[in-house]
């Protein structure tokens, strides 16, 4: 699942580079294409029987719209940033948010951490510099 992920993610940064559109109407031609998909989802949950809007409070309901268009604002960075940045700054960039995530469940939230997960940790980060230091080096010199 997570080079699922991964992969999709990466294409959806190279379309979104190589996208004629700009950030926001990008972002509307996203929106729209979607939301069929998610219309589709909420009809077969409640057919099969797990509904959705009629477990949640009107107050969770704004709450969930609310924070849906709040999320609007880091896919727009993200459109705008993917087309101003180097593909391969915004690929070490991805890293950030999940080693906050990571930092966050081990140290503020104390979540039991495998020695497998601390020795993947490192290996990813491992990779990470490593790539970094190749771009590093192969940058030209400014003389």
Not at 11 to 16: I, S
Not at 21 to 44: N, Q
Request: charged fraction near 10%; glycine fraction near 12%; charge should be positive.
């Amino acid at each position: 699942i997570g080079l699922l992920l991964a992969g999709s993610f990466a294409l959806y940064g190279l379309a979104r580079r190589r996208s004629p559109l700009g950030s926001l109407p990008g972002l509307a031609v996203e929106t729209v294409v979607g939301i069929p998909v998610a219309v589709l989802y909420l009809i077969w949950t409640q057919q099969s029987g797990m509904p959705i809007w009629g477990m949640a409070s009107a107050h969770d309901l704004l709450l969930i719209v609310g924070l849906g268009i709040i999320t609007t604002i880091p896919l727009l960075g993200f459109a705008h940033g993917a087309r101003q940045l180097p593909f391969a700054l915004l690929g070490v960039l991805q890293f950030l948010a999940p080693t906050g995530q990571f930092m966050v469940g081990a140290f503020v939230y104390h979540e039991p951490v495998s020695a497998a997960s601390l020795v993947s940790f490192g290996l990813i980060w491992l990779g990470v510099l490593l790539f970094c230091s190749d771009l590093w080096l192969r940058k030209p010199s400014r003389a």
